[in-house]
């Protein structure tokens, strides 16, 4: 008899992005006819859910979803579940090692100064690094949390008093162009997606607030340049060993030239969310981009339950 588990879409949890996780989640389980959503109060899983009558779809962004604490439970229980495993989502939650990735496998990436929050360089010496435009942001979080744009000797200053001491920052040069994402699904790259905020930087409130920002896709820009684009997105994937699904981010500048910023495993799925944008650039709608995304998953639990 052929196995049919039952699909347990997961949100919530406990982190910065907890709203955007539920948002995600809910419209998940809506493109899953027969799907059980679970929002999760506390980051662990559930005693109930077991590999016999479960396959789980993740969408728990932030911390817990994203840095492979969930995936490793799954795992300690021989569940099936959709997206990147525990090493790939550790490695890309840490932006500093996935940069280092980027350029050994030649993906374009820019140079950045990592530092602890109790050990913090000198604003002299980030703008004398850096230039007069920097960025400085968590090392470790996504959704543009704690993204600090700032400019001048004054503004890094007073940006680096306010870190927190107990958190890994980095700080890169602001680039100045268009900024893009990328889905990849399998491994194959989707559309390019190109986001227009309509003032200000994208931010976390910028990138969640409907109406705020305008979206471009597919992006307009040379077909020669869309395939370079894709193809560093697929040899990222790669690289970074991530697999079913994830979400790249790059800026394009005026020259050209671009730059892979980091690689997030566990996309955004909200009404607003980037994924289904790129996966539309293809015709794919939500709901056949959903089920593409957990089939993998589906695949790999009835393997596992053959044998």
């Known amino acids: 008899m052929k196995f049919n588990p039952k699909v347990i879409v997961l949100c919530g949890a406990i982190s910065a992005e907890r709203e955007v996780s539920l948002r995600s989640g809910r419209a998940v389980a809506n493109a899953l006819p027969g ?3 679970v929002e999760l109060d506390e980051n662990i899983l559930p ?16 911390d817990y979803g994203e840095d492979g604490r969930v995936q490793l439970e799954l795992e300690a229980r021989g569940m099936a579940y959709a997206g990147c495993d525990a090493t790939a989502s550790r490695l890309c939650i840490d932006k500093v090692a996935t ?25 002299h010496a ?19 949390v704690g993204l600090f ?18 958190g890994q920052w980095m700080a890169e040069r602001r680039l100045v162009g268009r900024e893009m994402s990328i889905g990849l699904l399998g491994g194959k790259a989707l559309g390019i997606v190109e986001i227009v905020p309509k003032q200000g930087v994208y931010d976390y409130q910028t990138k969640y607030t409907k109406g705020s920002s305008e979206y471009l896709f597919p992006a307009p820009i040379a077909p020669e340049l869309t395939k370079r684009i894709q193809a560093a997105a697929e040899k990222l994937f790669a690289a970074t060993g991530c697999r079913d699904f994830a979400r790249a981010d790059l800026f394009l500048e005026p020259n050209g030239d671009f730059y892979f910023l980091e ?33 993998p998953a589906l695949t790999r639990a009835r393997q596992g339950h053959a044998s």
Request: proline share 7%; aromatic share 4%.
């Open 35 to 37: 799907s059980q959503l």
């Open 47 to 62: 005693d109930w859910i077991n590999a016999g009558e479960h396959v789980i779809f993740p969408v728990i962004h932030g």
């Open 99 to 123: 940069k280092k990735v980027m350029r050994s496998a030649g993906v374009p990436a820019i140079p950045e100064i990592p530092f602890a929050g109790d050990a913090k360089p000198s604003a």
């Open 126 to 144: 980030l703008i004398q690094a850096l230039g007069n435009s920097i960025i400085i942001k968590p090392a470790d979080k996504g959704s543009s």
């Open 149 to 166: 744009v700032l400019e001048g000797l004054a503004a890094v200053e007073a940006a680096l008093q306010g870190l927190s001491s107990d």
């Open 263 to 295: 690689i997030n495993t566990m996309p955004g799925m909200t009404e607003t969310s980037l994924m289904p944008k790129s996966a539309s650039c293809l015709g794919l709608s939500f709901t056949t981009l959903v089920d593409k995304m957990v089939a």
